[in-house]
């Protein structure tokens, strides 16, 4: 391959890529990409909710609950009143990095809820088994929300590697197989949302029902995890305004060629 063909290619690719991330050239040196002020704007939401979950958890994990039981006895309590015994409960290592996981049928809960008694350690408890509940009655949205997960991973992989690449060539199909895949990640969030109250809304209710908490403990509880839950809902709308840039790109870039 000529000298000169091979600069004239990496010219392109250096040309297209800048358009990719900021706006295009036309000429006239570079303009300013507008569409990033979504990414900003996407950036500050989830900045907002992050702060306030971590206040609202970190002003009620220094109230003790009467009851005096650990998130990991609280659990084990739902649980079985719920008639269910084949989860176990486990511990993880983080902070709010608390998940239960279909697959093993175990709740892990991170030091924070396992072993203190605070209304947001047994809270953040209850709402993990409250996905222990979903997974023992079968409910649907999080059938739906663990069919997806495979499908989500490979999208995340491939999303942005063939959008970028679909626009430095200009292949079209590219870029829309990447807006695509990334709608996928997005949908996945979408269907999340609604599991994730459910979830919480169980774990309120059985807290009530096995007299763990009283009614004034599980207001509390409830500040904390609709702090938690606003978290997805900012993620949510972040995805949906990096989704939006993406298709704005993808349009611009449309009418160059």
């Given at each position: 391959?000529?000298?000169?063909?091979?600069?004239?290619?990496?010219?392109?690719?250096y040309m297209q890529f800048i358009q990719a991330y900021y706006g295009g050239y036309y000429g006239y040196g570079l303009y300013f990409d507008w569409t990033w002020l979504l990414i900003i704007l996407g950036t500050i939401i989830c900045a907002i909710a992050s702060a306030a979950m971590n206040s609202t958890a970190s002003k009620y994990s220094r109230v003790r609950a009467r009851s005096g039981l650990t998130g990991a006895q609280a659990a084990e309590r739902i649980l079985h009143a719920a008639g269910i015994y084949d989860v176990q409960i486990g511990r993880i290592q983080g902070n709010l990095t608390d998940h239960y996981d279909p697959r093993t049928k175990q709740v892990n809960l991170a030091d924070e809820s396992c072993d203190r008694t605070s209304i947001t350690g047994i809270g953040v408890a209850a709402h993990e088994c409250g996905h222990a509940i979903q997974d023992n009655i079968g409910y649907l949205p999080l059938r739906i929300r663990s069919s997806l997960v495979p499908v989500v991973n490979i999208g995340q992989n491939l999303a942005w590697p063939l959008f970028i690449l679909g626009l430095i060539f200009s292949m079209q199909p590219l870029v829309t197989a990447g807006i695509v895949l990334f709608s996928l990640a997005v949908i996945f969030q979408l269907v999340t949302l609604p599991v994730e109250i459910d979830a919480s809304r169980r774990g309120l209710r059985m807290l009530q029902q096995t007299g763990i908490m009283a009614s004034d403990e599980t207001d509390a509880t409830r500040k904390v995890l609709t702090a938690a839950a606003m978290t997805y809902v900012a993620g949510l709308?972040?995805?949906?305004?990096?989704?939006?840039?993406l298709i704005i790109i993808a349009g611009q870039n449309r009418r160059r060629d």
């Open positions: 391959m000529a000298l000169v063909t091979r600069i004239h290619i990496f010219r392109r690719i709308a972040a995805s949906l305004l990096q989704l939006l840039r």
